[in-house]
Structure formats: C-alpha cells, structure tokens
C-alpha cells in the first residue's frame, strides 16, 4: 500500500527548475505513530481527514514545498471545561534536500526519488494546535467556588475577605478621579 504523503520527483529534480502541485486529503496518522495525548491537551484524532495543497519548486540541491495543510482538532475549553473543535489551516514554505549541511537543520530530507511529506504535514500541525482553547471568545468559565458553569447560569458567590487585607476595603481616597494618582 503506497501513502497519499510519499510523493515522486525524480522528474522534478532533474527538471530545474520545475513545479509539481500536489493535493490530496488523507487520514493524519494512519499507523497510529503518534500517543494519545492527555484529556486536557489539543489534539488531532488519527483517523482525521488531512487536506494536503502545496506546489513543489525545484532548485539546485532540492525542493521547496509551499502551500497549505489543514487538519480538524480537539480539545478542552480552558475556562469552562466543554469540548472544543476546530480546524488549523496552516501556511506552509518549508525546504527539502539531498543532503543536511551546514544552516539546513529544519530542511527535510528528500529519501531517493521521494519526499515524504508526513513529516512536514504532522510538524505543521501539530506547531498550529491552540494550547488553551476557548469554547468561544466570551466564555464565562466556571465558578471557582460552586463550580457552576457561567455561560449557562449565575451564582450569588463571592470571594472569601482575607482578614489580613480587610483593613483596606475602608480605604478611600477622595479628590482624585478613579485612574489618577495624587502623587506629586
């Protein structure tokens, strides 16, 4: 079974300069390479449909992959504990080549006549997940003392008054507007 990810460019390198646009969708992580990660963490399902358009440019001693990659994910919003999905489409501009040299450290590496563009792919993505996501931009999260979810109702809880602190609730400045300072 041959991966959607495995692209050929033999052609494409002895054409240079040359492009290839490459588009498919297939599933993010088929063989299941990657963990689960936590309850709490953004994640990507592997069974998830991955759209996959970048345009290959050859150069002397490689390729350049640009285009996009986009992938649905999951997680945990960080206010109100609710599931959150979404999707990152994410700008890609990356190098592949022959052989790693000196500054080409984050270059991939083209493997025979085959670029392998999982790596990039997962890399992108995974670089895109939101590590604290929102269930939408106004959620109002829990109450930190009964727990009950603001978005869907209210509570009359307040805060416990530290004794330590409480001296300064009678503290009141007068003659300056709220914001002002009346130093000199």
Known sequence: MSSPYL?????LLRDVPSTLLVSFEAPFDESHEFAPRGAAETDVFP???VKVKLRLESFSGGLRAKGHVEAPWHGTCRRCSTPVLGISNVAVDERFVDERGPGDEEA?????DFVDLAPLVHDAIFLDLPLAPLCREDCRGLCPYCGIDRNEATC????????RWATLDGLRFT?????ESNEV
């Open 175 to 179: 003659g300056a507007e709220p914001g």
């Open 108 to 112: 991939y590496l083209i493997e025979g």
């Open 156 to 163: 009359e809880c307040q805060a416990p008054v530290d004794p």
């Open 7 to 11: 692209v050929p460019v033999a052609q």
């Open 47 to 49: 069974e998830a449909t």
